[in-house]
């Protein structure tokens, strides 16, 4: 608020409270918001910023081209992530409704929102169970020596093979120098296993022999499942009012780890070789139509597009929040998250690598490989390595957490927003327990010995395509069949201004044809899963395509049934009705609810407001404000970022 205006109306912080108030009221007292907008930002890069930042980007950037990859990357970003993390965020806070209920711009297409729910449910089930394996490596290195340092252990096979020799080599890191250069023959043994590659499979989780033989749950990993959704539901115990404050933690200590592990890092021998195998860039690959499609993909992935989550998040903002400027903010810090953990990875495999005598590719891995393999084998060579250890399987932790939670609450509020009573709103507590109870038993099976099997097939099946269907079908309703107008109008009206002429392309036609880009690219490249040297059977790869369509299915049914039950006595008839705006369409709030959403007007009637309407629209709401005081909402941002 300028100055000029706090002589009349008392000022506000960030929150929308007067200074001296005791008590911060929320804007929506009915359904809550974030206590400010630092914990709406703060959630949202904790979800988007997850272990694929970690885990799946530096290695994607080191096999498409190093410095070269960031090209496209930061391209798709411009074109496709940044405006649909804006879209996804303003839809959300228009109407202040979850996954499901903002899909009363169109109730014909209330089915992407149950699409979105069945997404969220499996990687809500399989994400927990790899917070959970990150819980137990915690625990384990609480430890004078790593238990993955040596060959000498009952789990261990003849194929071991370490890279600090025996146990009873003096661990310094002179002799570890001296006990490798019998080790660089390792190169050229055929069936060569690390320490940390056995313990990860033949103890962590005694994998049985194919993904139908179950075996029997590994109870320290059932333990540490039932730890991780333990601390999921209370951080959720009170919705966005305890994760809003857990938050601060959560988002912002894997920077300080991120940053205490690069420092460590790049002062290492070799570490610089391992950088540039990171970024050295390789311009020809740029024409290589493969590498385009990891970026777009990746950007897709990473920014969590289609979840569902992104809408539930932005729905507890307050109505005139600038989501605008959040998008850029959040889609930046994701993808910056990205380069730097790259350089904390590479840095440490290239000090592995150095030690080993071998190329950086031997020892560059991705997904739980490098995250349960490679990086802790690293962490072996390097002095006080249990400390190293505990900060970087601390950060995973948090880094899981921070989506883990978006994940939940956005089951929880698309069932209370869906019932929507009073009784129900005031036992979302037991919702979310309900939710956790039923994450974790369906998490049951993933900790048997065939649980990496299925973890795997719901990583790379569940969430896959079905995300960019949900996410095309989303960009044409909202844009053709809702109507672009309207919508930039209803922007105009939370923010203050239309949204720039440069989002207004990308969401009519440059993101869905990028999106439909990543849809054919993901069906040209397609290629069967596998596990190291085992080959997932045809059944299980059915399952894994019954997982993804069980999310795209819910669209055609939930239409089917929606044109059948509309008004009407032709089928035209019907499905106008089903596609029309449903009557309490709009803002949640009576004071919000300007111009053609002050009153549901005759059948029929032209959706779009005139200029003359938005403008009395404001007039009507300055004026309430003025009578009213602040009451919780923040000001009408300008349009800068």
């Not at 149950?114 to 990150?134: E, L």
């Not at 420092?263 to 290492?268: M, P, Q, S, Y």
């Amino acid at each position: 608020m300028s100055r000029s205006n706090c002589t009349v109306v008392p000022c506000t912080d960030q929150n929308g409270a007067v200074p001296g108030e005791q008590v911060k009221k929320d804007e929506n007292s009915r359904r809550g918001n974030w206590g400010n907008q630092i914990e709406f930002v703060l959630t949202s890069v904790g979800y988007a910023v997850g272990l694929g930042n970690v885990w799946r980007f530096p290695y994607l950037c080191y096999r498409n081209g190093g410095g070269a990859f960031m090209f496209p990357y930061f391209i798709m970003l411009v074109f496709c992530g940044i405006p649909l993390f804006f879209l996804e965020l303003s839809f959300g806070q228009f109407t202040s409704l979850g996954c499901l209920g903002v899909w009363k711009v169109s109730p014909m297409f209330k089915g992407v929102g149950y699409g979105m729910m069945v997404v969220s449910t499996y990687i809500g089930i399989y994400y927990n169970v790899v917070i959970c394996i990150a819980i137990y490596y915690f625990f384990m290195s609480m430890t004078n020596l790593l238990p993955w340092t040596y060959c000498n252990n009952p789990w261990n096979t003849p194929d071991c093979s370490g890279v600090v020799g025996t146990a009873h080599t003096n661990a310094t890191l002179a002799n570890v120098s001296a006990a490798l250069s019998a080790v660089t023959n390792m190169a050229n043994r055929t069936k060569r296993t690390s320490p940390s590659e056995e313990y990860w499979r033949n103890y962590v989780l005694n994998v049985s022999d194919g993904i139908g033989n179950f075996g029997e749950v590994r109870l320290p990993i059932l333990g540490c499942l039932a730890i991780s959704w333990v601390v999921v539901f209370l951080c959720l115990i009170r919705g966005v009012k305890s994760s809003g404050k857990v938050v601060y933690f959560t988002a912002t200590f894997p920077y300080v780890v991120l940053t205490i592990l690069f420092v460590r890092g790049i002062t290492l021998e070799g570490a610089i070789s391992g950088i540039k195998y990171y970024l050295t860039p390789q311009w020809q690959k740029i024409l290589d139509a493969k590498v385009w499609g990891d970026a777009a993909s990746q950007i897709f992935y990473s920014l969590g597009c289609a979840w569902g989550g992104l809408i539930t998040m932005a729905s507890y903002n307050k109505f005139h929040n600038n989501c605008f400027r959040d998008s850029i903010i959040i889609s930046v810090t994701n993808c910056a998250t990205s380069v730097y953990a790259g350089f904390v990875i590479f840095s440490i495999l290239g000090f592995m690598a150095h030690h080993l005598g071998v190329d950086v590719s031997q020892v560059a891995d991705h997904g739980p490989g490098l995250a349960f393999v490679a990086y802790p084998e690293a962490l072996t060579l390097l002095p006080i390595s249990p400390l190293w250890s505990l900060l970087f399987f601390f950060m995973l932790i948090l880094l899981g957490l921070g989506t883990q939670f978006c994940l939940l609450e956005t089951l929880v509020t698309a069932i209370v927003d869906e019932i929507g009573t009073d009784w129900i709103i005031r036992r979302k507590t037991f919702i979310t327990l309900g939710v956790a109870i039923v994450g974790f038993l369906l998490g049951v099976p993933l900790t048997t010995r065939a649980g990496i099997y299925w973890l795997l097939l719901m990583d790379n099946y569940a969430a896959s395509f079905s995300l960019v269907i949900i996410s095309c079908i989303m960009c044409i309703c909202i844009m053709y069949v809702y109507g672009h107008r309207n919508y930039f109008k209803d922007v105009e009206m939370m923010l203050g201004f239309p949204p720039p002429a440069f989002f207004r392309i990308c969401w009519r036609f440059i993101s869905p044809l990028i999106i439909s880009f990543i849809l054919i690219f993901t069906v040209i490249q397609y290629k069967p899963i596998t596990y190291n040297d085992y080959v997932f059977p045809d059944w299980s790869l059915v399952i894994g395509f019954c997982m993804a369509l069980s999310s795209v299915v819910c669209i055609p049914i939930y239409s089917i049934f929606k044109i059948l039950t509309s008004k009407g006595s032709t089928f035209s008839e019907r499905l106008k009705n089903a596609l029309r705006p449903d009557p309490d369409w709009g803002p949640a709030l009576p004071e919000h609810r300007l111009g053609r959403y002050a009153s549901p007007g005759p059948e029929g009637m032209d959706m779009r407001p005139t200029t003359g309407e938005l403008e009395e629209g404001r007039e009507a709401e300055k004026e309430h404000k003025d009578e009213m005081g602040s009451n919780g909402s923040t000001l009408k941002p300008t349009p800068t970022a």
